[in-house]
């Protein structure tokens, strides 16, 4: 059974967004269906199987909707997407709008145990996922769960070769179906997408966007970056089925009319090649990614050309990172802070300037046609009020982009929702006399030694500046004497090897108390693990940490 998916932002607040002009206030596949009928030839989506128009796009969509239509998928219900990036992913997103249906898209990788409890909770009647990548067989695979997901009727292959028993082929929906297909009158306020974000909580998060939400707010933050409102040129090397990837079929295509530059997987020398042979206005990444490109580009330089920006989100950027990558890509680098959970905000274009080096990493001012940002009091359970500038509290926010509800978890909404609509993020931060939002950390993300604590992003922050750190995660390893005892995890720059003796010296240089140094060193040769959302995958790493026969170096205990 699908889960109830309620507003729990008033609909006055709504509709006065609407009358704002922050929202649109048609649904993402009208508005995408009239950049089609404007220009048809326009190119959507460039991949590794070349480019896409709207024209061709808007037909595959609307043949997989009425393929959908004819699998019993109907207006209201929830159809999981796990599929690489590429236009197949594009085309479901769109068809699940035009059915009046809401997308939940997943990133291919995620282990069967996440995807059965994403199906489950969101109560998914249909999903489509690819028929192979990487070696993992995630159609067949999830053939395999419907025993346990009783509400799950249809499974989609996508990809190359027969489909496997029990799934239907995409290819065959996308020939049989019908491009004369009558797209649904859908209530821009009704449920869009079901965003997921593995957060702190046992099990991922899932949380309701509205068409307004998405294109709207969302797609505000994006319209904020485009200098000259000309359709943008984005590079996506985080995958569109995670939370940053949502500003990919929503935003780029349906609110602006841009076209999609997609990689099925991020490799640095791709990434680089993709900027060149295709000239994106805007790369949208997380910061590791962009450590991972600086390596050739210092080898081998290339400048980019035509770059509006590039959009760094989904971890803290250190200033180290802004300034050799706004050197290297000779355009502004535009610090994102953001969340499945309902908050954007972000440095924009204007000067980018060096950061202040003051306390916590600076990311804008929020703007109110993305959501209003307040500062509430520790430990943030009291009323959303606003605290006096400078004061750290919780981060709380509401606007436009503020979602509608989480999906199958009464009780996070209870947690992270107050009743006039504000999200509480669980992100510590600070708003300046000018109303520049500075983000501390993170209230659960702290690592307590001896009854102290330490914040990881703090320790991160200023062990990127030094001169043999290319990139660092911090974080808490279990100790029996002072519980926990905090890690770093470095790569180091080529050549160098950084000790924990250079690492703490560099600390107490900057002024960071010997109680938060790093006690534990790992030093990771190659590069950081990613999650399949992109994101620096902390798991794998405290799995390395704490694994027997791990060669890690260790700083006196006490």
Same mark, same amino acid.
């Given at each position: 059974?699908?889960?109830?998916?309620?507003?729990?932002?008033?609909?006055?607040?709504?509709?006065?967004?609407?009358?704002?002009?922050?929202?649109?206030?048609?649904?993402?596949?009208?508005?995408?269906? *009239?950049?089609?009928?404007?220009?048809?030839?326009?190119?959507?989506?460039?991949?590794?199987?070349?480019?896409?128009? @709207?024209?061709?796009?808007?037909?595959?969509?609307?043949?997989?909707?009425?393929? /959908?239509?004819?699998?019993?998928?109907?207006?209201?219900?929830?159809?999981?997407?796990?599929?690489?990036?590429?236009?197949?992913?594009?085309?479901?997103? =769109?068809?699940?709008? *035009?059915?009046?249906?809401?997308?939940?898209?997943?990133?291919?990788?995620?282990?069967?145990?996440?995807?059965?409890?994403? /199906?489950?909770?969101?109560?998914?009647?249909?999903?489509?996922?690819?028929?192979?990548?990487? !070696?993992?067989?995630?159609?067949?695979?999830?053939?395999?769960?419907?025993?346990?997901?009783?509400?799950?009727?249809?499974?989609?292959?996508?990809?190359?070769?027969?489909?496997?028993?029990?799934?239907?082929?995409?290819?065959?929906?996308?020939?049989?179906?019908?491009?004369?297909?009558?797209?649904?009158?859908?209530?821009?306020?009704?449920?869009?997408?079901?965003?997921?974000?593995?957060?702190?909580?046992?099990?991922?998060?899932?949380? $309701?966007?509205?068409?307004?939400?998405?294109?709207?707010?969302?797609?505000?933050?994006?319209?904020?970056?485009?200098?000259?409102?000309?359709?943008?040129?984005?590079?996506?090397?985080?995958?569109?089925?995670? *939370?940053?990837? %949502?500003?990919?079929? *929503?935003?780029?295509?349906?609110?602006?009319?841009?076209?999609? #530059? &997609?990689?099925?997987?991020?490799?640095?020398?791709? $990434?680089?090649?993709?900027?060149?042979?295709?000239?994106?206005?805007?790369?949208?990444?997380?910061? %590791?990614? #962009?450590?991972?490109?600086?390596?050739?580009?210092?080898?081998?330089?290339?400048?980019?050309?035509?770059?509006?920006?590039?959009?760094?989100?989904?971890?803290?950027?250190?200033?180290?990172?802004?300034?050799? $990558?706004?050197?290297?890509?000779?355009?502004?680098?535009?610090?994102?802070?953001?969340?499945?959970?309902?908050?954007?905000?972000?440095?924009?274009?204007?000067?980018?300037?060096?950061?202040?080096?003051? =306390?916590?990493?600076?990311?804008?001012?929020?703007?109110?046609?993305?959501?209003?940002?307040?500062?509430?009091?520790?430990?943030?359970?009291?009323?959303?009020?606003?605290?006096?500038?400078?004061?750290?509290?919780?981060?709380?926010?509401?606007?436009?982009?503020?979602?509608?509800?989480?999906?199958? $978890?009464?009780?996070?909404?209870?947690? @992270?929702?107050?009743?006039?609509?504000? #999200?509480?993020?669980?992100?510590?931060?600070?708003?300046?006399?000018?109303?520049?939002?500075?983000?501390?950390?993170?209230?659960?993300? #702290?690592?307590?030694?001896?009854?102290?604590?330490?914040?990881?992003?703090?320790?991160?922050?200023? =062990?990127?500046?030094?001169?043999?750190?290319?990139?660092?995660?911090?974080?808490?390893?279990?100790?029996?004497?002072?519980?926990?005892? =905090?890690?770093?995890?470095?790569?180091?720059?080529?050549?160098?090897?950084?000790? &924990?003796?250079?690492?703490?010296?560099? &600390?107490?240089?900057?002024?960071?108390?010997?109680?938060?140094?790093?006690?534990?060193?790992?030093?990771?040769?190659?590069? &950081?693990?990613?999650?399949?959302? !992109?994101?620096?995958?902390?798991?794998?790493?405290?799995?390395?940490?704490?694994?027997?026969?791990?060669?890690?170096?260790?700083?006196?205990?006490?």
């Amino acid at each position: 059974m699908t889960p109830r998916i309620h507003d729990l932002v008033p609909t006055a607040l709504r509709r006065s967004w609407a009358t704002s002009g922050h929202y649109p206030d048609l649904d993402l596949y009208v508005l995408f269906r *009239a950049h089609r009928v404007t220009d048809p030839h326009r190119t959507a989506v460039i991949d590794a199987q070349g480019g896409t128009s @709207y024209a061709e796009l808007d037909d595959r969509a609307r043949c997989l909707a009425a393929g /959908l239509a004819e699998a019993g998928v109907c207006p209201g219900d929830v159809v999981g997407i796990q599929l690489p990036n590429g236009w197949p992913a594009v085309a479901a997103d =769109l068809a699940i709008a *035009a059915l009046g249906a809401v997308a939940l898209p997943f990133p291919v990788g995620r282990g069967s145990r996440e995807v059965r409890s994403l /199906l489950s909770r969101s109560g998914a009647r249909a999903v489509i996922a690819a028929t192979e990548q990487r !070696g993992v067989e995630h159609a067949r695979d999830l053939v395999a769960l419907a025993d346990a997901l009783p509400a799950l009727r249809t499974v989609i292959a996508a990809g190359t070769g027969p489909a496997p028993e029990g799934c239907l082929s995409l290819d065959d929906l996308l020939r049989t179906g019908r491009a004369d297909f009558a797209p649904a009158r859908t209530d821009p306020d009704a449920a869009a997408r079901i965003l997921v974000s593995s957060g702190t909580e046992a099990e991922p998060k899932m949380i $309701a966007y509205s068409h307004n939400a998405l294109v709207g707010g969302r797609g505000n933050t994006l319209a904020a970056l485009l200098p000259d409102r000309l359709p943008p040129r984005c590079l996506f090397l985080v995958p569109l089925g995670s *939370a940053f990837g %949502t500003a990919g079929t *929503a935003v780029t295509l349906a609110r602006h009319g841009g076209t999609l #530059v &997609l990689l099925d997987r991020f490799t640095p020398d791709a $990434a680089l090649e993709a900027i060149q042979a295709h000239r994106p206005t805007h790369v949208l990444c997380v910061p %590791t990614m #962009v450590r991972m490109m600086l390596d050739p580009l210092a080898k081998e330089p290339r400048p980019p050309t035509g770059l509006t920006a590039l959009v760094l989100g989904g971890s803290p950027l250190d200033a180290n990172t802004r300034g050799e $990558a706004r050197r290297a890509f000779g355009c502004p680098v535009v610090n994102l802070y953001g969340s499945a959970d309902g908050v954007n905000c972000h440095t924009g274009l204007a000067g980018n300037a060096e950061p202040d080096p003051g =306390l916590g990493v600076t990311v804008g001012t929020p703007d109110p046609a993305v959501c209003e940002i307040r500062i509430a009091p520790l430990p943030g359970t009291g009323p959303a009020e606003p605290g006096d500038p400078g004061e750290p509290g919780e981060i709380i926010a509401r606007g436009p982009m503020t979602p509608m509800c989480y999906v199958g $978890a009464p009780e996070l909404n209870m947690r @992270y929702r107050t009743a006039d609509g504000w #999200v509480r993020t669980g992100d510590l931060g600070i708003l300046d006399d000018d109303g520049t939002l500075r983000v501390v950390g993170r209230l659960k993300d #702290v690592v307590i030694r001896g009854g102290a604590n330490i914040s990881p992003a703090e320790v991160e922050g200023e =062990l990127s500046a030094h001169p043999d750190v290319r990139d660092v995660i911090c974080l808490g390893v279990p100790d029996p004497l002072m519980g926990e005892r =905090l890690a770093a995890c470095v790569v180091p720059h080529y050549g160098r090897r950084p000790t &924990l003796e250079s690492l703490g010296a560099h &600390l107490a240089a900057r002024g960071l108390e010997r109680r938060k140094h790093p006690e534990r060193l790992l030093l990771v040769d190659d590069e &950081l693990p990613l999650t399949p959302a !992109g994101k620096p995958d902390r798991a794998t790493l405290r799995a390395r940490l704490t694994a027997p026969g791990t060669p890690t170096h260790h700083a006196q205990a006490g």
